[in-house]
């Protein structure tokens, strides 16, 4: 199957740093990326859709200045978190989606902790 | 706007049993993909079953089974002959064909497997 790499898998980070967080999809092209939030013992959550070589779309309550998203390849898309704070703490996934109806696939998730 | 429904946030089977998971959902839409993933302690997202809403034969895919209910918009997982390795959460999620295309989760299902 379809494989798609997230890195890094986990990064600490100092108060008001920013870091940035890797997703590719290693053996096909991804139309559309996803990036989601997730809290302990918690759902995932929608941040944004990035479709290559547009903007990406946020959801509501998302800042998108603070969470920059990049989908600059049909097999790279980055996740910037800005200005990072402890509430920033968490865990954050990403998927790529090959076309229209086609199937998601999931990277490995990245904890990012905020100190 | 739609919703997913996990109504067991916990549930336990003993290994070799048969365990049914619950979901609802609500959309207005016709046209969707119901899914279910499992994240094991691993975090890694990994699809379970997939059913299209047009079609009414229910999905299976060797243990895992699905009773979808179109009308009564309910979408249960049924895994037979529990395995240690089935311990996780489950996640209902539904992808709407039309507008943004995207996955929306219920809150998960952490299912125990007593050996």
């Known amino acids: 199957g379809a494989v798609v790499s997230q890195h890094p898998s986990r990064v600490i980070c100092k108060s008001g740093t920013s870091v940035k967080i890797e997703c590719r999809s290693l053996?096909?092209?991804?139309?559309?990326m996803f990036w989601y939030r997730q809290f302990p013992k918690q759902s995932l959550m929608l941040m944004a859709t990035s479709n290559e070589g547009s903007k990406a779309t946020y959801e509501q309550g998302v800042e998108k200045d603070k969470f920059l998203i990049n989908h600059a390849s049909l097999t790279l898309s980055t996740l910037t978190v800005t200005s990072a704070h402890p509430e920033d703490s968490s865990f954050y996934i990403c998927s790529a989606r090959v076309s229209v109806r086609g199937r998601a696939f999931f990277g490995q998730g990245t904890r990012l902790t905020v100190v | 706007a739609q919703t997913v429904t996990q109504s067991q946030p916990e549930m336990s089977v003993q290994e070799a049993e048969t365990v049914t998971l619950s979901c609802t959902y609500d959309?207005?839409?016709?046209?969707?993909?119901l899914f279910w993933y499992k994240q094991p302690p691993s975090r890694q997202m990994i699809l379970v079953i997939r059913?299209?809403?047009?079609?009414?034969q229910n999905a299976t895919e060797n243990r895992f089974s699905v009773n979808f209910q179109k009308a009564a918009k309910s979408f249960s997982l049924k895994i037979s002959d529990s395995q240690l390795g089935d311990a996780a959460m489950y996640f209902c999620?539904?992808?709407?064909?039309?507008?943004?295309?995207?996955?929306?989760f219920g809150k998960g299902t952490k299912l125990t497997v007593n050996p």
């Open positions: 999620a539904i992808l709407l064909q039309g507008g943004s295309e995207k996955l929306v």
């Open positions: 053996d096909f092209q991804a139309t559309t």
């Open positions: 959309t207005s839409e016709s046209d969707y993909y």
């Open positions: 059913q299209e809403a047009y079609k009414q």
